[in-house]
């Protein structure tokens, strides 16, 4: 039997204000960028504590939240997973990119080394689990795991940046090698590493815009 409580948290606004707080949330997710030039500059425990407190309120297939979230902030860790990172990256460029893939990747200025994941102070790495293994041993199926993961991770960088933090979603493939150094269990798949951490000072971004309202959506 499930049980249920009072819904909370929904004030009664008028239209106006509803538009006003969806306005000021675009105008500040808009400003977030990919960064690949980080600082060293330290970053309080507490601030990415807080953030992945609130990528864990994201809905998830039967509420079972099949994700787990390690933060590194440890530098020979970083260093560990920088090297295993760009040796996947290498073998990407040289062997498994086509063409079409590594033109498209030219527009954004990236390439095989990757100083970010030892630079940026944090490090995390988000796994999603298609099972769980209960206290028994058992297997326990997780459902819609990796869709779950995703939307987690997205209120993960939608909090970074609302603190003022700057993210890097980075995807080496395949990214088994996060399950080795970090030492997780393998029902835990590795979904993305995200960096953490302040801009350099003077920063680069591509230039690059988004798509308008009207190519990504339709109303009827």
């Given at each position: 039997m499930a049980d249920?409580?009072?819904?909370?948290?929904?004030p009664d606004l008028q239209q106006g204000e509803l538009h006003a707080r969806a306005e000021r949330f675009y105008e500040r997710i808009r400003l977030r960028r990919t960064v690949r030039d980080f600082s060293?500059?330290?970053?309080?425990?507490?601030?990415?504590?807080?953030?992945?407190?609130?990528?864990?309120?994201?809905?998830?297939?039967?509420?079972?939240?099949?994700?787990?979230?390690?933060?590194?902030?440890?530098?020979?860790?970083?260093?560990?997973?920088?090297?295993?990172?760009?040796?996947?990256?290498r073998e990407f460029?040289?062997?498994?990119?086509?063409?079409?893939?590594?033109?498209a990747l030219e527009k954004l200025g990236t390439d095989v080394d990757k100083p970010f994941l030892e630079t940026a102070p944090y490090l995390i790495?988000?796994?999603?689990?298609?099972v769980e293994i209960d206290e028994h041993g058992r297997?326990?199926?997780?459902?819609?795991?990796?869709?779950?993961?995703?939307?987690?991770?997205?209120?993960?960088?939608?909090?970074?940046h609302h603190a003022g933090l700057a993210?890097?979603?980075h995807t080496p493939s395949p990214m088994a090698f996060l399950n080795e150094i970090l030492e997780r269990p393998r029902n835990e798949r590795p979904f993305l590493l995200?960096?953490?951490?302040?801009?350099?000072?003077?920063?680069?971004?591509?230039?690059?815009?988004?798509?308008?309202?009207e190519e990504i959506a339709v109303f009827k």
């Open positions: 249920f409580e009072p819904l909370t948290g929904y060293d500059r330290p970053v309080d425990r507490k601030v990415i504590e807080t953030c992945l407190r609130a990528a864990g309120t994201a809905p998830s297939g039967a509420n079972l939240q099949p994700w787990q979230f390690v933060a590194v902030s440890d530098p020979a860790i970083k260093h560990r997973v920088r090297i295993a990172a760009e040796a996947e990256e460029y040289e062997q498994r990119a086509t063409p079409e893939w590594l033109a790495a988000i796994f999603y689990k298609n297997k326990v199926k997780n459902y819609y795991a990796v869709e779950s993961a995703g939307i987690a991770t997205g209120f993960l960088i939608a909090a970074i993210t890097l979603t995200l960096v953490v951490g302040h801009p350099a000072e003077g920063a680069q971004v591509p230039k690059i815009t988004k798509k308008p309202l």
